[in-house]
């Protein structure tokens, strides 16, 4: 018998053992080729805290810790007492950063970002050119959720406007609300189930600073595999 053959042979005899479902992983034990494996039984999502950073109790603090993350994380975060900041705030980014062009999805709070910058704006719901989305300048979306403890955005495809809107344009403009910043990311799923139910979206994705690799000699670099800078500001 070959090596080739006793390695397809292991395979076969795997795959005569039934996988448990995920989070079903019991202390029970299996036997491959006459050796027992035991399964470690899974933690309880309950206590998943008990291995996170700790995470101060009041939104101050909570706020505090976003901006902490953020500053590592070359996010910029910007705290508006009001909608009526809003022209001031993005009236400033957009001539920092020379917008021309902004892409966006309908809501109550992109309409009034929409608004305030007062640009030529592609809105992405019911379909759209992604070579003329390819030519924004900023993409401006809602979030689902802020994530205090490591300065993580929660965007699904329903709060993000699909799944092109955040990624493409260069520049990532979210607008949150002060509710839904919350201390880590089990309470983050936990107002996902609130709001969605058992009716999830396509997409949820987990936006932890802009994009970049260290891949290549271990230099940052950003604006890697999606948008170069990401600026959040919380209403």
């Not at 090596?3 to 992983?25: C, M, N, Q, V, Y």
């Not at 009001?82 to 021309?100: N, Y």
């Not at 640009?119 to 070579?131: I, S």
């Amino acid at each position: 018998m070959t090596e080739r053959d006793k390695i397809l042979g292991r395979i076969r005899e795997a795959l005569t053992i039934s996988a448990p479902p995920p989070g079903e992983h019991g202390p029970e034990t299996h036997h491959l080729a006459g050796h027992p494996i035991q399964f470690a039984p899974r933690p309880a999502a309950t206590n998943a805290r008990e291995w996170l950073p700790k995470v101060g109790e009041t939104f101050e603090d909570q706020v505090a810790q976003f901006r902490a993350c953020s500053d590592d994380l070359k996010t910029e975060f910007i705290v508006a007492e009001s909608l009526a900041d809003l022209p001031k705030i993005l009236g400033d980014l957009r001539d920092r950063e020379r917008w021309k062009q902004a892409a966006a999805h309908r809501s109550d709070l992109t309409d009034a970002a929409v608004q305030a910058l007062g640009l030529p704006t592609l809105t992405v719901d019911g379909g759209y050119d992604v070579r003329a989305l390819e030519r924004c300048d900023v993409g401006i979306t809602t979030c689902d959720a802020l994530v205090a403890q490591t300065g993580t955005l929660v965007v699904t495809s329903r709060s993000s406007g699909g799944r092109a809107l955040s990624v493409l344009p260069p520049h990532h403009l979210v607008i949150a609300r002060r509710d839904q910043l919350v201390a880590d990311l089990p309470a983050a799923f936990e107002l996902i189930q609130q709001r969605y139910g058992a009716d999830y979206p396509s997409m949820i994705s987990l936006v932890t600073g802009p994009s970049r690799t260290g891949d290549i000699e271990r230099i940052l670099v950003l604006g890697a595999h999606g948008p170069k800078k990401l600026t959040v500001v919380m209403i």
